[in-house]
């Protein structure tokens, strides 16, 4: 037990003043022959300066004669910012790097912009040429490559020269793990930005994640949209401000939504002409990364037709595969040569690539979650009301075991046989036609797909001669 101020400490006490003393203090690497040197010559002079000014010596003083330069605490680790990271916190956030490489990406997707699209420019550009102070905002759709991004940057570039300002921001970015933060930091962002006074060019990317999922707890996208809309209806006329949203969909929005931008929507589309579509990817090319001879324009839109709808980026990613495929052949040669045997192979693997990616999940919201689970409870209900039916002839076993039979047997293929000929007992159609009846289509369609899962585990099971784990989604139901 130590004493500290007339009063007692335990343990705890002494170890939390060691603990506090241990990370405010700063350390010195001394030599071990240094250390009594330079530990009784600063603690005298701390004692010196302290008493002949007569201030205490908790005091923090400093001597005249020989000042102290204040000392750096450096934490013990100090990780990379990345460049993303210093941009952030700067006071140009969320601007774009108009690079180079960018502006002539920008240039080429320039020339097979929709006309709406270009049009917008020179409605900024002239407020006479449409002469409509209502159009502020407008809805840039369209699938992936196709443009709809990269334009919205070469609209803020192009004005940028004219003296606006612009900012990008990806709508991940905007998302908070705090309820209202989204809003709040949005809502700040644009009426500061506004209160500027310059004009301005808003862009957010993937703007259907703000848009989408409104009724959902977990997402902060209800209150931020419902601001979103007055405060774009309240820019009217102003002249000095623009805003695009570019979204790969807007199929899955609020109806309420749909309304706002049905008529501001520029859809984008994949490259259609095949003479554009082989210009575009012959600009993919450089001075390592050439074609040979024997690959005309009719070879390559014979080939590029096989690749389906195509933008710009697929057409890159294309480029960059063929790359992949040169170097699996040839790692010596400075200049990839494409033949038409590295082309067939990659147009091949591009397609596989495409086909088993494709074959992915529907996207399950919480309300067909919830309709699923209460289809099974309902069929768990009718088959457990069923297990007590024994009508069928006098004969022992329940409405619910001649069910199980009919599986087994191979009799029963939808749930559609429970009411027709082959069912077990005329109470189990009669309870089994009024359970249907009470579902929606979505439902019974539900209702369909569990039906079928348990016939198909059923059988599984049956065929292994043992139960697994993993199969317990719908046999419960039986």
């Known amino acids: 037990m130590s004493y500290l101020g007339g009063h007692r400490m335990n343990t705890m006490q002494k170890f939390s003043i060691l603990f506090v003393v241990s990370i405010t203090a700063p350390s010195f690497a001394m030599k071990p022959s240094q250390k009594g040197k ?49 941009k952030s916190k700067s006071k140009h956030d ?82 908070e793990d705090t309820r209202n933060r989204t809003l709040v930091r949005l809502r700040k962002m644009l009426h500061d930005l506004i209160d500027n006074g310059t004009p301005l060019i808003f862009i957010i990317d993937e703007f259907n994640e703000l848009l989408e999922n409104t009724e959902n707890t977990h997402f902060d996208t209800s209150a931020t949209a419902k601001f979103l809309w ?30 706002r931008i049905y008529l501001r929507r520029i859809k984008f589309h994949p490259f259609v002409d095949p003479t554009t579509k082989i210009n575009a990817f012959r600009k993919k090319f450089d001075k390592y990364l050439q074609l040979t001879n024997d690959i005309d324009d009719a070879y390559l839109d014979t080939q590029l037709k096989k690749l389906g709808e195509c933008g710009g ?6 480029a960059s595969l063929l790359r992949r495929i040169f170097r699996r052949y040839d790692q010596k040669s400075d200049v990839m040569l494409i033949n038409k045997k590295y082309f067939e192979e990659g147009v091949k693997e591009y397609i596989e690539n495409r086909t088993d990616t494709e074959h992915d999940q529907p996207e399950e919201t919480e309300i067909i979650i919830r309709e699923r689970h209460y289809v099974q409870n ?82 599984r099971v049956r065929a292994m001669f043992s139960p697994k784990k993993d199969n317990n989604e719908g046999c419960i139901i039986v």
């Open 38 to 86: 330079d530990k009784s010559e600063s603690s005298s002079s701390y004692v010196k300066s302290s008493t002949s000014s007569g201030v205490h010596p908790t005091a923090s003083t400093t001597s005249k004669s020989n000042p102290k330069k204040p000392i750096n605490l450096k934490p013990l680790h100090s990780p990379e910012v990345s460049g993303a990271q210093k």
């Open 378 to 459: 309902k069929l768990k209900e009718l088959f457990n009301q069923l297990s007590f039916d024994r009508s069928n002839g006098g004969s022992p076993y329940s409405s619910r075991n001649k069910i199980i039979d009919m599986i087994d047997s191979g009799t029963m293929h939808t749930i559609y046989d429970l009411v027709g000929d082959n069912s077990p007992s005329e109470i189990c159609r009669k309870m089994t036609t009024e359970t249907l009846m009470f579902f929606t289509d979505e439902q019974t369609k539900i209702a369909e797909e569990l039906v079928k899962n348990i016939i198909t585990k059923r059988t």
């Open 94 to 175: 969320y601007t774009i790097n108009f690079t180079d490489e960018l502006i002539e990406e920008m240039e080429e997707v320039a020339e097979n912009a929709p006309i709406d699209a270009k049009n917008i420019i020179e409605h900024l550009k002239n407020r006479n040429f449409l002469r409509d102070g209502y159009y502020r905002y407008a809805t840039f759709v369209g699938i992936p490559g196709s443009g709809k991004t990269t334009y919205s940057k070469f609209i803020a570039y192009t004005l940028s020269k004219l003296g606006w300002n612009h900012r990008f921001i990806s709508s991940g970015e905007l998302l």
């Open 313 to 318: 980026r697929d057409l890159r990613e294309f």
């Open 230 to 259: 007055p405060f774009l209806d309240a820019q009217h006329h102003n002249h000095n401000f623009f805003f695009i949203g570019a979204m790969n969909r807007d199929s899955k929005l609020p109806h309420a939504f749909k309304n």
